[in-house]
């Protein structure tokens, strides 16, 4: 089944409102619309009504991710092949697709208890985000709006959820030593981004280690660093390259309990026929150093 087209947004539960508005609009560049609909607080970076959502809440933690899937008859299949599987499917309320802006959409459970949200049609506008800071744009498109690292306690549980059962397709492993112990760590991909989804094998305080966003140059990236740097935000991890999708990245700390990672020239997979899967030893080539 290779019926999941892309990571479509993110509903993040906080309620550092006012920390989340500036943020997102004076250090990442995306834009808060005047107009909110709804109880969340919606983010855009493209053509997308939006790409996160901010619902109310104490988290401070990944609430629901949200993938998207060409039209009403493939997700209808999507959730035929999840019931085989033996996994609950929840169809969503009339309230829930008013807020989400969806023609369709049913919901489930991974196996860590991540909810996960499939839709189709979403609502698109005519008018391009407001994005003054990133002149070039989010790297999105067909790619969706970037990617996610999540805790997968269960490693092995969470790896046939996501080939298995939503059909996400494997691009690399990296296996890297951790104070004395081997730590796995397994890419996933549903378009050609080199990864949608990262499973990190090991607990961690919050679901969500860090959620990633692209730009088209690296001078972006610099950019976006300095701006880090005078808003006085602390960096996660500091500017590197990771050996595996190839992407110049830094991670800069969220008002919430997880990490941006705000990155260039990450690698795409095309040609799925001549994709050589690789482990690699390290999480970075150089730098991303804490």
Same mark, same amino acid.
């Given at each position: 089944?290779?019926?999941?087209?892309?990571?479509?947004?993110?509903?993040?539960?906080?309620?550092?409102?006012?920390?989340?508005?500036?943020? *997102?609009?004076?250090?990442? +560049?995306?834009?808060? $619309? *005047?107009?909110?609909?709804?109880?969340?607080?919606?983010?855009?970076?493209?053509?997308? !009504?939006?790409?996160?959502?901010?619902?109310?809440?104490?988290?401070?933690?990944?609430?629901? @991710?949200? #993938?998207? =899937?060409?039209?009403?008859?493939?997700?209808?299949?999507?959730?035929?092949?999840?019931?085989?599987?033996?996994?609950?499917?929840?169809? !969503?309320?009339?309230?829930?697709?008013?807020?989400?802006?969806?023609?369709?959409?049913?919901?489930?459970?991974? $196996?860590?208890?991540?909810?996960?949200?499939?839709?189709?049609?979403?609502?698109?506008?005519?008018?391009?985000? /407001?994005?003054?800071?990133?002149? +070039?744009?989010?790297?999105?498109?067909?790619?969706?709006?970037?990617?996610? @690292?999540?805790? @997968?306690?269960?490693?092995?549980?969470?790896?046939? #959820?996501?080939?298995?059962?939503?059909?996400?397709?494997?691009?690399?492993?990296?296996?890297?030593?951790?104070?004395?112990?081997?730590?796995? #760590?397994?890419?996933?991909?549903?378009?050609?981004?080199?990864?949608?989804?990262?499973?990190?094998?090991?607990?961690? $305080?919050?679901?969500?280690?860090? =959620? %990633?966003?692209?730009? /088209?140059? =690296?001078?972006?990236?610099?950019?976006?660093?300095?701006?880090?740097?005078?808003? +006085?935000?602390?960096?996660?991890?500091?500017? +590197?390259?990771?050996?595996?999708?190839? %992407?110049?990245?830094?991670?800069?700390?969220?008002?919430?309990?997880?990490?941006?990672?705000?990155? *260039?020239?990450?690698?795409?997979?095309?040609?799925?026929?001549?994709?050589?899967?690789?482990? #690699?030893? !390290?999480?970075?080539?150089?730098?991303? /150093?804490?």
């Amino acid at each position: 089944m290779e019926l999941i087209k892309q990571l479509s947004y993110l509903v993040l539960e906080s309620n550092k409102t006012d920390e989340w508005r500036r943020y *997102a609009t004076e250090f990442l +560049g995306m834009e808060i $619309p *005047a107009e909110q609909a709804g109880e969340y607080m919606r983010i855009r970076m493209d053509d997308f !009504a939006y790409r996160f959502l901010i619902k109310p809440g104490s988290s401070e933690d990944l609430w629901a @991710a949200g #993938f998207l =899937v060409a039209n009403n008859s493939a997700l209808e299949e999507v959730a035929a092949h999840v019931v085989s599987h033996g996994v609950e499917v929840h169809r !969503a309320t009339p309230a829930e697709l008013a807020e989400r802006d969806v023609q369709d959409m049913i919901w489930l459970l991974d $196996p860590n208890g991540l909810r996960i949200e499939i839709t189709c049609n979403p609502k698109r506008m005519t008018t391009p985000a /407001k994005t003054p800071l990133v002149q +070039g744009g989010f790297l999105t498109g067909d790619m969706g709006l970037g990617h996610i @690292a999540i805790a @997968a306690p269960d490693l092995q549980a969470s790896e046939a #959820f996501y080939k298995d059962v939503l059909g996400f397709k494997l691009s690399d492993y990296i296996v890297q030593d951790i104070q004395g112990i081997p730590i796995k #760590f397994t890419f996933f991909h549903i378009n050609p981004r080199h990864h949608t989804l990262a499973l990190a094998g090991i607990p961690i $305080p919050a679901r969500l280690n860090h =959620v %990633m966003v692209e730009v /088209k140059t =690296v001078d972006e990236v610099g950019f976006a660093l300095e701006r880090a740097r005078e808003m +006085g935000i602390n960096l996660y991890m500091n500017i +590197g390259r990771h050996p595996n999708d190839r %992407m110049l990245s830094f991670y800069a700390n969220t008002p919430s309990e997880f990490a941006v990672e705000f990155g *260039a020239e990450g690698i795409e997979i095309r040609d799925e026929a001549n994709w050589e899967i690789k482990t #690699f030893d !390290a999480l970075s080539d150089w730098g991303h /150093k804490q």
